[in-house]
């Protein structure tokens, strides 16, 4: 099989594995939500999700209506939550396709109860308390005006009460602040009579370090897919980052000292210098920003961005590697020999979190779901040509 110009492999063997760890941490104490929002953060929201719902997860969470319908449309019949807000134009789909949505006010919920209504059904709904993101859901202050509001529309059942965690794991006393503002509001709602079944504020980091904070669902996004923003969880649950970036040299050349690469001649050879050029560019989520500072492996070993990342390629210095041959595999994020370059070590360099950097995986990146193939830890190609085995899933329909 012939290398793509430019891929992702996302293993879902090691997605099963994370899932199992965080599981064996919960011991059955909270049900999961895998947060699958944003295309599953650029890991592929579909095959992702199909293989999260044969895993064993309680429910979905998404962005928007159209990933909810995305997943109802492969037949995934779990509960599907779209944990932010809603517009108007989204409200007929979302009670036609039974997803949850996540409510922040009497009015939504009037409109949505309105087409419940239209269409005879009752429809479950969460509502979102703010106990310092800052973003969406009600205030304490107004939460049980809202919660006895909604809880009027007949319409509407209030399944789930929530709220989300803004700050770094580190940041702990504003963390159990957060919590203890959210479990007053719950106390305060249970006092007035409502009893609301499932109570959820963890996120990857809450669940993972703040067990307290499980309670009756965690939701998770990054631990499921072996992404650990603060260096905190990862290593201690033996989670492993399940995507992997790749590419190939599709042209080597060598220019004599004092030639320029790229535009505006950021970079001047200081020697003579053999030129690697790769067909990743920035719309493939290769940052401008790591230009002149990035690094990928070739061969098992690093070697330095020169010159400005463009749209669609990005230059590298080989001159230390002699061996190397157009067609060698280059790994952006990944492992390779005893390399490795994880999205929170490329976050690094340009000033973000790794969510982002996965996110921003373009378009022309071909994702390519494999099980049981080739591992990210496994050892380097021998030759040029060979490729890694991946072995796509076949998928039964979940409603066969
Ligand atoms: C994205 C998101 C999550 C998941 O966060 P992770 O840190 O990826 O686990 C949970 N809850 C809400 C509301 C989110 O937007």
Redesign the pocket.
């Known amino acids: 099989m012939k290398k793509p110009r430019i891929w992702a492999e996302i293993n879902l063997e090691d997605l099963r594995h994370n899932l199992q760890a965080i599981k064996r941490h919960l011991a059955g104490r909270a049900k999961v ?1 895998a ?1 699958v ?2 295309d599953a ?1 650029g890991h592929g929201s579909v095959p992702v999700s199909i293989a999260l719902w044969e895993f064993g997860v309680d429910m979905f ?1 998404v ?1 928007d209506s159209s990933e909810a319908l995305e997943l109802r449309g492969v037949g995934i019949n779990t509960p599907i939550v779209i ?2 807000g809603i517009v108007d134009e989204e409200i007929e789909r979302v009670v036609k396709a039974d997803i949850t949505p ?1 409510l922040h006010s009497v009015q939504v919920g009037q409109l949505v109860n309105a087409e419940a209504r239209r269409q005879g059904k009752v429809l479950n709904v969460h509502v ?1 308390i703010d106990t310092g ?1 800052g973003r ?1 859901g009600t205030s304490p202050r107004h939460a049980l005006e809202l919660i006895e509001a909604l809880s009027k529309l007949e319409n509407l059942r209030l399944e789930g009460i ?1 709220s ?2 803004s700050s770094s794991p580190f940041d702990r006393d504003f963390t159990r602040n957060q919590f203890a503002e959210f479990q007053q509001v719950v106390a305060a709602a249970e006092t007035a009579g409502y009893r609301i079944p499932i109570r959820h504020m ?6 993972l370090l703040y067990e307290e904070t499980a309670l009756d669902m ?8 072996g ?1 650990d ?1 603060a260096g905190v969880y990862a290593e201690q649950f033996g989670l492993r980052p399940i995507l992997s970036f790749r590419s190939q040299i599709v042209f080597l050349k060598w220019i004599p000292k004092g030639s320029p690469v790229g535009y505006d001649r950021t970079f001047i050879a200081p020697r003579d210098t053999r030129v690697a050029t790769t067909p990743v560019g920035y719309h493939d989520g290769y940052s401008y920003l790591l230009s002149n500072r990035g690094s990928v492996i070739i061969r098992g070993r690093r070697v330095p961005v020169i010159g400005g990342v463009t749209m669609d390629y990005t230059m590298l210095d080989v001159t230390d590697l002699p061996e190397v041959a157009v067609g060698d595999e280059i790994v952006l994020i990944g492992s390779q020999g005893n390399e490795t370059i994880s999205a929170v070590d490329v976050a690094q360099v340009i000033g973000t979190n790794p ?1 982002e950097v996965t996110c921003l995986l373009g378009k022309r990146v071909r994702r390519i779901h494999i099980r049981n193939a080739l591992h990210s830890s496994a050892p380097p190609a021998q030759d040029a040509e060979s490729v890694p085995q991946a072995a796509p899933i076949q998928y039964r329909s979940a409603d066969a």
């Open positions: 939500m947060v929002k944003a953060y969470g962005g944990l932010g996540t979102m993101m969406l929530c989300h965690f963890a996120n990857s980091a809450g669940c965690v939701r998770i996004g990054g631990a499921l897919l992404m923003p969510y």
